[in-house]
């Protein structure tokens, strides 16, 4: 595996090395003492996945806010997506700065995301799956979220939005003010 620090503090991409024969491949997706060696602290207790019919479908951007540490290890298992990363935390130097990172079933690439930053995806294509290993269970109350087209954020999906939840779509847009303050004041601390 190669793992490679991002431009936000706290995302890593983890990309495959493939050993190929007349049968495919086969490739290491994960190993706590390289995960470990590179400052990433993964324990895995939740295992989920979103399958989604339409390209243009947007989730996210979300995480969990205090106390709990989620962390998450994303990868495409079927189709194509773009992954958009945002850090959330108030007083990181990357504040509202996002990294994107197409995710395919091809290129076997995969996120880790450390606690505090929000994630969301856009599917490129139709029939898309994505997997997702999370350090703790979800725990209801604590999720919390940005909007995908928050003009502050500067995010530029590929597509248009062809389906998003309401919950997604009803996030606050991020108010005027000075920067660190825009998550106490929606109560996202």
Known sequence: MKLTP???DG??????EAFSDDRGLFARTF???EF????LEVAVAQCSVAYNRRAGTIRGLHWAGEPVRETKLVRCTRGALLDVIVDSRPGSATYLEHVAVELT??????????PGLAHGYQTLVDDTEATYQMNVPFTPGHDRGLRFDDPRLG???PLPVSVISEKDRGW???PAGAPGDELIQLGQT
């Open 6 to 8: 991002t431009a936000v």
């Open 11 to 16: 995302v890593t991409i983890v990309d495959v």
């Open 105 to 114: 079933a091809d290129n076997h690439r995969a996120l880790f995301i450390a």
């Open 36 to 39: 470990a060696a590179a400052g």
């Open 31 to 33: 190993c706590q003492e």
């Open 155 to 157: 995010i530029a999906w």
């Open 172 to 174: 606050p847009l991020l």
